[in-house]
């Protein structure tokens, strides 16, 4: 790759040893995806985990003197507080771990907002930005509905570029790599939500590539909880971390636009028997349900209104978990959908 001066002053350990660590990790990405240069970034989210490899590489880099340029939002952790009042009593050795990765990510300067969908709120980029964004559900989202830029990053290189301001450029980041390449008509009846989870684990079933699929046959805009459904489900089914939706995602108002004088690799035709079939291997063969869990990724205030809106009056059969951000919570509470859900027996916790 070819350096400027700062990047090789950093490399010579003139600005330390923590942001020196963090670019030799970047170059070695670099170098593996034959990136010519290093781009600056304007943003960046880490999908901190609080998992001991992450809080020995947040650990590393903080006692390294390492600090963001970027200050990133983050996954979420574990909401020991809540857990321990309202659920269950988390064992010692997890309450200290969740500390440390507190108390690490605090020292670099990141943003602790513990939420997985920081593109619906507090880390939202513009067309064009070029950033820096692990997360499953959080690549695709922005890439794709808003039209930022980034590369399918982990944890690990998110806050290497958190720390050094700059990602190689390559992948994602190039126009000709956001082209379309596979086309897939949708015939089915994709009508609310959940469908579009569906969608998303049904097109890798049909296709293993990595290339951009283009999508045709959508007949009205997705919410922003329906694109946030197909995108996590397409990124964890098939590592999809861009797609376009003719008419609909900003990259892709015409199919010509979408593919950008590429050929169309492969053709894929999706059904309405094709979803049946695919919620069907994955609801597999239905037993007792123990507790239910809402929110991977986090859910939205309009989902936490529909769930307040049907368990109203009621009451929770089993243990039932909401997850959500802080200020969804706190949202949450201020229009009335905490006290239903609570009084249903359910529960809405922040940052886990």
């Given at each position: 790759?070819?350096?400027?001066?700062?990047?090789?002053?950093?490399?010579?350990?003139?600005?330390?040893?923590?942001?020196?660590?963090?670019?030799?990790?970047?170059?070695?990405?670099?170098?593996?995806?034959?990136?010519?240069?290093?781009?600056?970034?304007?943003?960046?989210?880490?999908?901190?985990?609080?998992?001991?490899?992450?809080?020995?590489?947040?650990?590393?880099?903080?006692?390294?003197?390492?600090?963001?340029i970027i200050p990133p939002t983050v996954n979420p952790s574990i909401n020991i507080q809540y857990l321990n009042e309202h659920l269950h009593e988390v064992p010692e050795a997890g309450v200290e771990r969740v500390?440390?990765?507190?108390?690490?990510?605090?020292?670099?300067?990141?943003?602790?907002?513990?939420?997985?969908?920081?593109?619906?709120?507090?880390?939202?980029?513009?067309?064009?930005?070029?950033?820096?964004?692990?997360?499953?559900?959080?690549?695709?989202?922005?890439?794709?509905?808003?039209?930022?830029?980034?590369?399918?990053?982990?944890?690990?290189?998110?806050?290497?570029a958190a720390i050094t301001g700059v990602v190689p450029r390559y992948g994602y980041l190039l126009d000709e790599n956001r082209k379309g390449e596979i086309l897939v008509e949708v015939q089915?009846?994709?009508?609310?939500?959940?469908?579009?989870?569906?969608?998303?684990?049904?097109?890798?079933?049909?296709?293993?590539?990595?290339?951009?699929?283009v999508f045709?046959?959508?007949?009205?805009?997705?919410?922003?909880?329906?694109?946030?459904?197909?995108?996590?489900?397409?990124?964890?089914?098939?590592a999809c971390g861009m797609y376009h939706m003719v008419g609909i995602t900003p990259e892709a108002p015409t199919l010509e636009a979408a593919f950008g004088g590429n050929e169309i690799k492969e053709k894929i035709i999706i059904?309405?028997?094709?979803?049946?079939?695919?919620?069907?291997?994955?609801?597999?063969?239905?037993?007792?349900?123990?507790?239910?869990?809402?929110?991977?990724?986090h859910i939205s205030i309009r989902q936490v209104g529909i769930i307040a809106q049907i368990c109203e009056g009621k009451r929770f059969a089993i243990d039932t978990w909401l997850l959500t951000s802080a200020l969804t919570r706190e949202l949450a509470d201020q229009m009335g959908y905490l006290d239903i859900v609570q009084r249903a027996g359910g529960h809405i916790i922040a940052g886990t």
């Open positions: 790759m070819k350096l400027n001066q700062r990047e090789k002053d950093i490399l010579a350990g003139k600005y330390g040893e923590g942001i020196q660590l963090a670019l030799e990790i970047q170059l070695g990405v670099g170098e593996t995806f034959d990136a010519d240069v290093f781009v600056p970034i304007t943003r960046a989210h880490v999908a901190l985990s609080a998992q001991d490899a992450d809080v020995w590489f947040a650990e590393t880099l903080r006692d390294k003197g390492a600090k963001c500390r440390r990765c507190h108390e690490a990510y605090k020292a670099l300067g990141a943003v602790l907002t513990y939420n997985c969908t920081p593109y619906l709120q507090q880390n939202v980029p513009a067309f064009g930005e070029v950033i820096a964004f692990s997360e499953s559900s959080a690549t695709p989202y922005v890439n794709s509905v808003l039209g930022a830029r980034t590369n399918r990053e982990s944890s690990q290189s998110a806050l290497c089915a009846d994709v009508k609310d939500d959940f469908d579009y989870q569906i969608l998303g684990w049904c097109y890798p079933e049909k296709y293993k590539g990595l290339e951009v699929p045709t046959g959508i007949k009205q805009r997705p919410t922003p909880e329906g694109f946030m459904n197909f995108g996590a489900q397409l990124n964890t089914s098939g059904t309405d028997k094709d979803l049946q079939e695919t919620r069907e291997r994955m609801a597999g063969d239905p037993k007792k349900v123990d507790v239910a869990m809402f929110g991977c990724p």
